[in-house]
């Protein structure tokens, strides 16, 4: 996961009065359960038995499509793919309340999950930094640049890939028993690379187990912060969507200082993980749920939630794959910048120092677009500001990064690119939740996050590949295939546009039909009827024309 959308409401469509009929008897159970006290819950043995069942069925129902989706923001997303909700903790423990929302102790979690992201995603960012030195020093006896590459895509990947994981783990032992698990291994991963001699010594310690140290301490905490805000929940996940910014710029400075002065990478790997381990430390310390959760505790519970997470009938929806490859290459053109910065500007003749400032400058970046664009991205449609980011990146990549050659150049590419890459691949997760059935998110959010986890052990180690030292422009086959990345995003964001924009239409049409035939053919209906109809056709004309028509989605 590589991101924090800002976007932060949603609202659920009611069916129609068949389905109405369908869910009454639902309806009844529930008043039925809200109602109760928790002594007379446990009183009613039937209620008592099928209390967790009706957690799973209310709040995973079926009968809500993405059609009753509308402005599904991230924080929400979160509770689906966790199984998460308030209210749920409420019905199994009706006398907590929890403490009121968007003060005290809530700024409190905010700033912990803050330093928890610092340490996790902000101390990633610096990898580039430790990128340029082993290439330029060849500290590992036969690695090459597809290895020290490697180690930083893994690390990358398995916090991806492990999301489904940790969130399982979580359920099971909670959530601060599954933080402390990833502090052990991150801790372990940074202090025993720093005495790794040997290749796969840096494969096991940098790469695998930091990989799962994020993956334990992200994907778990980020399930907090939701639950503690409501009218300030923008302001809260826009402190959050800079801390990968902040964390880069203080890892990447502090990282190549030590290296200058020590002459070696030992010292910054233990120092980022004694700094990482106190920041961590801190935020376990005080994080905490808001309403707290019923860990699951026998095997049926467990199948149900792996149900859920990993239920096949996702495979079955075409624009989950289209989403998700349409992310995973804009992630991987971002994660290609990321890495590639610092070691593209020393071959281009700048120090060693300024590389990492060049690295800094785009993490800072990082910081104001993540908080400008997410708030954009309410107001001008998500999925428009995908395709915007997208065509921006392509632009930027293929036209300014291939020319840059010059530090003028190179920083006002960092600047730029900082301020939009970062942002683009944090809109995919309430993009999918807008888009597939609310009951299938989990699943689609797992099968997003290892789909996003592989391309992102191979595309810097494609990328440093392709880099030949011998000619005038080392990078530019990695920055054409860079280039390409974001070329297929934009294409397939594109075909989702359609898609959404075409069902958006179809939605329409239905309505105005409605309308004519309850206040009679009024010539304005009719007009509107006839344009979405023609709008609606399927020449490819009309597929080109929906992708480019002005509409917010």
Same mark, same amino acid.
């Given at each position: 996961?590589?991101?924090?959308?800002?976007?932060?409401?949603?609202?659920?469509?009611?069916?129609?009065?068949?389905?109405?009929?369908?869910? *009454?008897?639902?309806? $009844?159970?529930?008043?039925?359960?809200?109602?109760?006290?928790?002594? $007379? +819950?446990? #009183?009613?043995?039937?209620?008592? +038995?099928?209390?967790?069942?009706? =957690?799973?069925?209310?709040?995973? !129902?079926?009968?809500?499509? %993405? +059609?009753?989706? $509308?402005?599904?923001?991230?924080? $929400? +997303?979160?509770?689906? &793919?966790?199984?998460?909700?308030? *209210?749920?903790?409420?019905?199994?423990? @009706?006398? =907590?309340?929890? !403490? !009121?929302?968007?003060?005290?102790?809530?700024?409190?979690?905010? &700033?912990?999950?803050?330093?928890?992201?610092?340490?996790?995603?902000?101390?990633? #960012?610096?990898?580039?930094?430790?990128?340029?030195?082993?290439?330029?020093?060849?500290?590992? @006896?036969?690695?090459?640049?597809?290895?020290?590459?490697?180690?930083?895509?893994?690390?990358?990947?398995?916090?991806?890939?492990?999301?489904?994981?940790?969130?399982?783990? %979580? %359920?099971?032992?909670?959530? *601060?028993?599954?933080? =402390?698990?990833?502090?052990?291994?991150?801790?372990?991963?940074?202090?025993?690379?720093?005495?790794?001699?040997?290749?796969?010594?840096?494969?096991?310690?940098?790469? =695998?187990?930091?990989?799962?140290?994020?993956?334990?301490?992200?994907? @778990?905490?980020?399930?907090?912060? @939701?639950?503690?805000?409501?009218?300030?929940r923008a302001i809260s996940f826009g402190i959050i969507a800079s801390s990968s910014g902040i964390g880069g710029v203080i890892f990447s400075l502090m990282t190549q200082k030590i290296i200058s002065r020590t002459g070696g990478a030992p010292w910054a790997l233990r120092t980022i993980g004694i700094v990482t381990t106190f920041m961590n430390v801190v935020g376990i310390a005080l994080i905490k749920e808001r309403v707290p959760t019923k860990r699951l505790k026998t095997t049926r519970e467990i199948k149900v939630r792996l149900n859920i997470l990993f239920n096949r009938e996702v495979l079955k929806i075409p624009q989950l794959y289209i989403i998700s490859i349409s992310f995973s290459l804009i992630v991987s053109c971002y994660i290609i910048a990321m890495f590639s910065l610092s070691s593209y500007a020393t071959t281009m003749g700048m120090s060693a120092a300024q590389g990492s400032q060049v690295t800094a400058a785009y993490n800072g970046c990082q910081t104001i677009g993540r908080v400008l664009f997410g708030y954009a991205g309410d107001r001008a449609g998500r999925v428009n500001l995908s395709v915007f980011l997208a065509f921006i990146m392509l632009v930027l990549v293929l036209a300014m990064w291939i020319n840059s050659t010059t530090a003028a150049s190179i920083f006002a590419y960092a600047v730029l690119s900082g301020l939009t890459f970062g942002s683009s691949e944090s809109l995919n997760q309430p993009i999918l939740a807008d888009s597939i059935p609310t009951d299938l998110f989990p699943a689609g959010w797992s099968f997003q996050s290892v789909i996003q986890g592989c391309f992102a052990l191979f595309c810097e180690v494609a990328a440093l590949k392709l880099r030949d030292v011998n000619i005038s422009k080392p990078f530019i086959r990695a920055q054409v295939f860079s280039g390409c990345f974001a070329a297929g995003g934009l294409l397939l964001i594109m075909l989702f546009r359609e898609w959404r924009i075409r069902r958006e239409l179809a939605r329409k049409l239905e309505e105005t039909q409605k309308e004519m035939v309850a206040r009679g053919h009024t010539g304005q209906a009719a007009d509107l009827e006839q344009e979405y109809q023609t709008l609606l056709g399927q020449s490819p004309k009309f597929y080109i024309l929906r992708m480019l028509y002005p509409m917010k989605v």
């Open positions: 996961m590589t991101g924090h959308d800002l976007t932060l409401s949603h609202q659920l469509g009611s069916g129609d009065s068949s389905k109405s009929t369908q869910l *009454r008897p639902l309806k $009844e159970k529930r008043h039925r359960l809200d109602t109760l006290t928790a002594q $007379e +819950a446990s #009183s009613d043995p039937s209620l008592e +038995a099928s209390n967790h069942d009706f =957690v799973e069925e209310k709040y995973h !129902p079926d009968t809500h499509n %993405a +059609a009753d989706l $509308e402005n599904l923001g991230l924080e $929400e +997303a979160i509770r689906l &793919a966790t199984n998460r909700t308030e *209210r749920s903790s409420q019905i199994l423990n @009706p006398s =907590v309340l929890g !403490p !009121p929302k968007d003060k005290g102790y809530a700024w409190v979690v905010c &700033a912990t999950t803050l330093l928890l992201f610092m340490a996790t995603w902000g101390a990633n #960012s610096c990898y580039g930094v430790f990128l340029d030195y082993w290439l330029q020093n060849g500290t590992y @006896p036969g690695a090459s640049s597809t290895d020290y590459a490697l180690v930083g895509s893994i690390a990358l990947g398995l916090a991806m890939m492990l999301a489904p994981l940790a969130q399982m783990t %979580a %359920a099971v032992i909670g959530m *601060r028993p599954t933080l =402390v698990l990833g502090l052990g291994f991150q801790t372990s991963g940074y202090i025993l690379a720093s005495f790794s001699t040997q290749l796969w010594q840096l494969y096991l310690t940098q790469g =695998v187990m930091v990989g799962s140290g994020f993956a334990f301490i992200f994907n @778990p905490s980020i399930v907090i912060l @939701p639950d503690w805000f409501d009218k300030k």
